[in-house]
């Protein structure tokens, strides 16, 4: 009788009641829970509508007061083109009032001046002062240090265009009694000296001109290759880790998906 009390007390601790039913006091409390609830829901619901109408009258007000500061920046455009048409025209107006003036003063003074110009011719026949001719030295040009230094004038036109001129100025030399030459003079450093400036100024254009015809050699296509084979084979790991991750992760929900 001890053994069968203890397990029907286990058996109501763990196994599930299908007849039992809530008394009188669980009814009403779950029925004042009820009521709460719903009374809450309705202030929440309340304090939303306050919140939106509280928005609304926010956003009708901005608008409001964007659209009077758009009629006032009108309204002063409009009187300030209204103003500026005005000076406008009064600027026209006085300013063909003064070229009328001046034209009448212009007719004025060629009136005078005829008037003027017999008078003038008579004293001109009266007296005719004999012109000295004066001979002025011309001004003597003088160069400076350093115009002195320069060899050869720098003209903003080219004699070669830029992409000819890069892809033959390696190919300059002086001038060679062998090439079938009979004399050479030089105007300016002689022999060597000029060998050495052509090789120097060659070395300078070398350093700042783009060569046009460069190409690389087999050592740069080599180390090209293999980077660009390198470059792949990282992006294929990368790619391959994403993926692993991805199906990881795929698993991982399938699996709580399943559990839940």
């Given at each position: 009788e001890a053994y069968m009390k203890k397990y029907i007390l286990d058996r109501k601790l763990s196994m599930r009641v299908e007849e039992l039913q809530p008394g009188l006091w669980s009814q009403k409390q779950l029925k004042s829970w009820t009521t709460a609830v719903n009374t809450w829901h309705a202030k929440v619901a309340e304090y939303k509508n306050m919140l939106m109408k509280k928005e609304q009258a926010k956003r009708a007000k901005e608008a409001k007061k964007a659209k009077e500061?758009?009629?006032?920046a009108a309204k002063e455009a409009k009187a300030a083109k209204d103003a500026e048409d005005k000076a406008k025209k009064a600027a026209e107006k006085k300013e063909g009032d003064e070229e009328q003036k001046e034209e009448e003063e212009e007719k004025k003074e060629?009136?005078?001046k005829k008037?003027?110009?017999?008078?003038?011719?008579e004293e001109e026949e009266a007296e005719e002062p004999e012109e000295i001719e004066v001979e002025e030295e011309a001004p003597k040009v003088a160069l400076d240090a350093e115009e002195k230094k320069v060899v050869f004038a720098n003209f903003p036109v080219k004699d070669l265009a830029a992409v000819v001129y890069s892809a033959s100025f390696t190919k300059f030399s002086c001038p060679d009694k062998e090439e079938g030459f009979d004399e050479i003079k030089y105007e300016w450093s002689k022999g060597d000296k000029a060998e050495a400036y052509m090789k120097k100024y060659i070395l300078d254009r070398k350093l700042s001109m783009r060569v046009e015809e460069l190409q690389p050699g087999?050592?740069?296509?080599k180390q090209l290759k293999s980077w660009t084979t390198a470059v792949n084979t990282w992006h294929a790991k990368v790619a391959e880790y994403k993926n692993m991750l991805m199906k990881k992760e795929?698993?991982?929900r399938a699996?709580?998906?399943?559990?839940a």
């Open positions: 500061i758009r009629d006032k060629e009136e005078e008037e003027e110009e017999p008078e003038e011719e087999l050592w740069s296509q795929q698993a991982k699996k709580e998906a399943k559990k």
